[in-house]
């Protein structure tokens, strides 16, 4: 490249100089010379001074080109004169950021030469520069002269010719070449002339056609099925597609060999080019409705495709779910209650066709808006899609290549403002998939019924220990999770946003699919309202402490004793998995509906056990650490035993959702907040903040989040199930939790009515200080009592001194240390009675 700049003819003059001086042998010739100034420019030390001359020269003139938009005017007038006078004369002072020279060079290349274009110029500069001096090959230096001198010529005469009333834009070379022309060919000429010229440069360069551009406008036309139950743009025909994706890879190989022969050696360059551009997908979930009507969009490069997704899920008959009641009874847990029936579907209220729909203005018109935002602060898109949901329409937007996410995420106001909607969220990007979404609230959201997602096919026929349907979700599924994978769930929202709902649809969804022996409920409702419904299947669902009137728990005190009985209860699960060797809950139950494990060793059928905590904040206002502590420990250790956690409060500030608890509930469910901070503090980022209530939730399952609107189950229904399940037989006896065996209030003085004296008090005290562990379900096992009567005697024993008081968590400490002292206690008891 360097040999073609410097190409010369050889002087005719100083070669018959040359003949002339031949005898002087000293001189040197001046191909000589010639020679040694190609060595000198090819030398590295000289590419590196180039190099980096070219780049801080590039800046300067950048810099200068920039202030020059804003300091011409005032500069004009002194620029008159020649550049000699200019530079020398100190009494010429410019406004040019980048002083005399900045403002001369600005002049000649902007004004008096090619307007903005001159910025390219700066372009090219810094790209040779970067060439020279870093070694690096940006672009090919032959192509980079070519391109930047088409669009420096064409830029000129194009801003010339649109904004022929601000001349400074295409510069003298613009402004007279768009003169010459129009006098030439006319105004409509010249911009025909611009037209072809861009055209000619696309073909050349890129091998653009029109048919490439109609194969892909016709192939982007997505599926449009019949199943679709709101028809959106009636009046118009639909087209449907035999393919609901497609692929378009063109790629373009231009090789070019050119050939120079010099001194009998041969140099081969050959440049490759090649070009993968791969056309967007579109891939619909089921349906996709595609607007074939008048599109008077901004862009018309922009496809705009709207979706409904129908998921097509089979909804059961009431016979098929009351068939499977009939599988209740083959399992010994359920032969005590053999003849239990699950809830019918008749119970749940049935919308019927009352659900409302988004209107094909509506989204046209968000459409519009959010496209006029965008372009407003200069950001371009490829194409837009419309996912109707519930109460949600998600928009998913392809942006243009360059265009940065967080730009548009910084939209969030602004496109809200346009709207004039209560909250938009920005997901930006959207996970797994190439695409930035927004969430636009519709004018006239839909009612997801309890009913429709209880007899979805999804819920029915769900393979969960503890399966919980929450809503549907923006794409219209049904969404289900399994509560023994959370393993604990944490519900926050503000007053009147739908937690009690969702605590009610949690609830209603385990009493539709479990049977009476598989699962237990502990209640705690501080405020004694929300919770009272539930008082009626106390003899089939309801734990509670021995000597307890109520099921529902409503007293502090007993809050705390019941989590402390929790604790208990969950210690002697795992006692009973270390004597089955089995490690989880499943592996126990199945291994004793084989009958794999005697009953008589202490063994039994372990039913879920669920606490559900209806106004978390309000316990810890009052207990603090007493409801805490017993809290984390269940949440750290109950999950392989079967007992999970529900908790829900309305205030999710620091202070109540501690860390301890916070990492210890990694399932959360935000309803709507009123700021942030709440949003930050349930689910660890921001959007809770920004949903629009009434059942609006988003779901937290690790690190992913799912909007879900809730489904409804009004308090009439909850009250219909609960006394459906009430009239049918339950137990003879609630299930009750372990008796929480406190520090005894006599204190222990060693003796007591001997009318008080357990039977077995010998026998269990021998059971203990042979074992060395002061526990009572030992006692249960050994004695094959009860947990009451095995507490009683551990407390007899604690006034016996015999084993030590309660310590929490730890086993109580035996102070007899062997059986001969004990004997020797016991004989000294009887002596002295």
Request: proline share 3%; hydrophobic share 40%; charged share 25%.
């Amino acid at each position: 490249m360097v040999k073609n700049q410097f190409k010369t003819t050889p002087n005719k003059e100083s070669e018959i100089a040359e003949v002339k001086n031949s005898t002087s042998e000293k001189r040197p010739s001046g191909e000589t010379i010639f020679k040694k100034f190609i060595h000198l420019i090819k030398g590295e030390k000289t590419k590196n001074i180039v190099g980096l001359f070219l780049l801080i020269f590039s800046v300067f003139i950048t810099v200068s080109f920039i202030s020059y938009f804003f300091t011409w005017k005032i500069d004009q007038d002194k620029l008159g004169d020649s550049w000699y006078n200019i530079l020398f004369n100190t009494n010429i002072i410019t406004e040019n950021w980048m002083g005399k020279m900045g403002a001369l060079l600005s002049h000649q290349f902007i004004f008096s030469g090619f307007g903005i274009s001159s910025f390219i110029i700066a372009f090219v500069l810094f790209i040779v520069g970067i060439k020279l001096f870093f070694k690096t090959e940006v672009i090919s230096t032959r192509k980079l002269f070519f391109h930047s001198l088409f669009f420096i010529v064409w830029f000129s005469v194009c801003l010339s010719f649109v904004l022929n009333k601000i001349p400074i834009l295409g510069g003298a070379f613009g402004y007279q070449s768009n003169i010459w022309l129009s006098s030439v060919i006319g105004n409509i000429g010249v911009g025909l002339i611009l037209l072809f010229s861009i055209i000619s440069y696309l073909i050349v360069n890129y091998n653009f056609s029109f048919a490439s551009i109609s194969k892909k406008n016709n192939q982007s036309v997505d599926d449009i099925t019949q199943n679709n139950k709101e028809t959106i743009y009636p009046e118009k025909i639909y087209q449907k597609s035999e393919e609901n994706s497609f692929t378009e890879n063109r790629i373009i190989h231009k090789v070019e060999n050119e050939m120079n022969l010099e001194n009998d050696n041969s140099n081969t360059v050959v440049e490759s080019t090649i070009e993968d551009k791969q056309s967007e997908v579109i891939l619909d979930l089921s349906v996709t409705e595609k607007i074939e009507e008048n599109k008077e969009t901004i862009d018309e490069d922009i496809t705009f495709v709207v979706e409904k997704t129908e998921v097509k899920e089979e909804i059961l008959s009431e016979s098929e779910i009351n068939q499977k009641v009939a599988d209740f009874g083959e399992y010994d847990p359920t032969l005590d209650l053999s003849s239990y029936q699950l809830p019918p579907l008749e119970l749940l209220k049935d919308f019927g066709n009352s659900q409302k729909t988004v209107t094909s203005e509506e989204l046209e018109a968000n459409k519009n808006r959010i496209l006029e935002t965008l372009q407003n602060y200069s950001i371009k898109i490829n194409s837009i899609k419309a996912t109707i949901g519930p109460t949600v329409t998600l928009y998913e937007i392809v942006p243009e290549a360059g265009v940065r996410i967080s730009k548009i995420k910084n939209l969030e106001d602004d496109i809200a403002l346009s709207l004039a909607a209560l909250g938009i969220r920005i997901i930006a990007p959207i996970p797994g998939k190439g695409t930035i979404g927004i969430e636009v609230p519709n004018q006239n959201p839909e009612i997801v019924s309890m009913r429709t997602v209880i007899a979805s096919d999804k819920f029915q026929n769900a393979k969960m220990e503890l399966p919980i349907v929450m809503g549907k979700t923006i794409t219209n599924e049904t969404f289900v999770f399994d509560l023994t994978k959370m393993p604990h769930l944490l519900m926050a929202g503000a007053t009147g946003q739908g937690k009690s709902v969702g605590l009610n649809a949690v609830l209603t969804s385990l009493l539709y699919k479990k049977h009476p022996s598989q699962l237990k409920f502990v209640l705690v409702d501080p405020k004694k309202v929300e919770l009272t419904l539930y008082n009626k299947i106390e003899r089939h669902f309801l734990a509670k402490l021995p000597d307890t009137e109520d099921a529902i728990i409503t007293d502090n005190q007993k809050v705390i004793n019941t989590l402390n009985s929790l604790c208990i209860e969950m210690e002697q699960r795992y006692e009973l998995l270390k004597d089955a060797m089995v490690r989880n809950i499943v592996e126990y139950n199945s291994k004793f509906v084989e009958r794999k494990l005697n009953p008589n060793d202490g063994h039994k059928f372990l039913p879920y056990i669920v606490l559900v905590i209806d106004e978390f904040a309000d316990l810890i206002m009052t207990a603090g650490k007493e409801v805490e502590t017993p809290i984390a420990r269940l949440a750290q250790l109950a999950r392989a035993i079967g007992i999970h956690l529900i908790i829900a409060t309305q205030r999710p500030s620091a202070n109540i959702i501690t860390g301890i608890i916070k990492a210890n509930f990694p399932g959360r469910i935000a309803f709507r907040v009123t700021s942030g901070i709440d949003s930050r503090t349930i689910l660890d980022s921001s959007g809770a903040d920004q949903l629009i209530g009434k059942g609006d939730m988003l779901i937290s399952q690790g690190n992913t989040l799912v909007r879900v609107q809730c489904a409804f189950v009004d308090t009439p229904e909850v009250e219909q199930i609960c006394e459906f399940i009430g009239n049918q037989r339950g137990y003879p006896e609630v299930f009750t939790l372990p008796e929480c065996v406190g520090e005894s209030s006599t204190g222990g003085s060693g003796t007591f009515d001997d009318d008080d004296k357990d039977a077995l008090f010998d026998e269990a005290a021998r059971i203990i200080v042979s074992s060395q562990q002061g526990s009572a379900s030992l006692l249960q096992r050994k004695l094959k009592i009860g947990y009451n009567r095995a507490g009683r005697l551990i407390d007899q024993m604690e006034q016996a001194k015999i084993i030590g008081p309660f310590e929490g968590s730890k086993a109580r400490q035996v102070n007899i240390t062997d059986m001969a002292n004990l004997e020797q206690f016991l004989s000294e008891m009887k002596n002295n009675k």
